[in-house]
């Protein structure tokens, strides 16, 4: 009786592969579409490592030329003591 169930006629065998053939196909062409935009998806992703890398490239620019500014400052904060302590010591020899 089993074996009766599972042998079809060949009309049915027909059928039945259409069937599956019409209910594969949507799920073969989205696997398709999925594939086609793979590169796309790719380049995406190279184009965000990018992007993350020039933020941190830009970052540690940055820090750079916060010490360089820092430095500048101090620099000239140390020449202007060093003036006004000539300008001082100008003054008291003047004095004397």
Request: hydrophobic content about 60%; overall charge negative; aromatic content about 8%.
């Amino acid at each position: 009786m089993f074996v009766t169930l599972i042998i079809k006629s060949g009309p049915e065998i027909n059928a039945f592969a259409f069937e599956t053939i019409n209910f594969a196909s949507p799920m073969i062409n989205s696997v398709l579409e999925i594939l086609d935009s793979a590169p796309e998806m790719i380049d995406f992703g190279f184009q965000m490592v990018n992007c993350e890398l020039e933020t941190i490239i830009s970052g540690v620019h940055m820090i750079i030329v916060k010490a360089s500014i820092t430095i500048s400052v101090l620099v000239a904060v140390f020449l202007r003591t060093e003036i006004i302590i000539d300008a001082i010591v100008a003054v008291f020899s003047m004095a004397i």
